[in-house]
């Protein structure tokens, strides 16, 4: 062999070798650029959930913003609703009929007349009317006086003209004690006795300074005979 075939020989090895190694960069290449087109996808999805996050949190906050002013106007609103004053009471008769073994006897009624305050407000100066219709068709007796010299706890009549209003059926009474009624607390006109002679309705109505008007009870009493 000649020399030029000598060095034809080692530069086709050498051609060889430098092809094999930039085939190996090019593969290198190949992978550190799927590499990083996986990285950018990877890159670009964290930043479409990054954009969907500060959408939510945008929406989260809309949403607190809106349960806080309407919290702030709930509170303003019960804050009025407390302020405001509900002048309201009712009233009722709590009774037992007393049946007698012969016919000719007469009935007898026993039983409280109760009061309360349903309101969120003090009452003051309670007065009860119980009216008899008819008026002769019963006697009513209880825990009155008709002086103010009863003892503590006690009802008297509430009118100058009460001998009238008896006759009329209407016993107006009202407590000896000055007397004020707070919210859901009772007062009660206890242990009055009706002796029925004929047949008979009894009603019941209560007045206050602030009710004026005055209110009926939720029940009567009535009584055939």
């Not at 003090?122 to 019963?138: E, F, G, K, W, Y």
């Not at 009238?164 to 242990?191: A, C, H, M, V």
């Not at 002679?197 to 029940?219: A, C, D, H, P, W």
Request: aromatic residues 10%; glycine residues 4%.
């Amino acid at each position: 062999m000649n020399n030029q075939h000598i060095q034809l020989q080692q530069k086709v090895i050498h051609y060889r070798s430098e092809v094999a190694k930039y085939k190996q960069l090019l593969q290198l290449a190949e992978t550190e650029l799927k590499r990083e087109q996986l990285r950018n996808h990877y890159l670009q999805k964290q930043l479409e959930q990054m954009d969907e996050y500060e959408q939510t949190i945008e929406k989260l906050e809309q949403q607190l913003l809106f349960y806080e002013v309407a919290l702030e106007e709930e509170k303003k609103r019960k804050k009025e609703m407390k302020k405001e004053e509900i002048v309201r009471a009712h009233a009722y008769f709590a009774y037992a009929v007393m049946i007698p073994e012969e016919k000719e006897e007469h009935v007898t009624i026993v039983g409280d007349f109760v009061i309360e305050n349903s309101g969120n407000t003090p009452l003051n100066d309670p007065i009860i009317c119980l009216r008899l219709r008819p008026p002769d068709h019963a006697q009513l007796s209880g825990k009155f006086s008709f002086r103010q010299l009863q003892e503590e706890g006690g009802w008297t009549f509430a009118v100058d003209n009460w001998r009238q209003k008896i006759k009329e059926g209407e016993y107006w009474l009202k407590p000896i004690d000055e007397t004020t009624l707070l919210p859901n607390e009772q007062l009660r006109f206890p242990s009055f006795e009706l002796r029925v002679i004929q047949t008979v309705v009894v009603e019941g109505f209560v007045y206050f300074r602030q009710l004026k008007q005055g209110v009926s009870s939720f029940n009567h009493i009535v009584i055939n005979k």
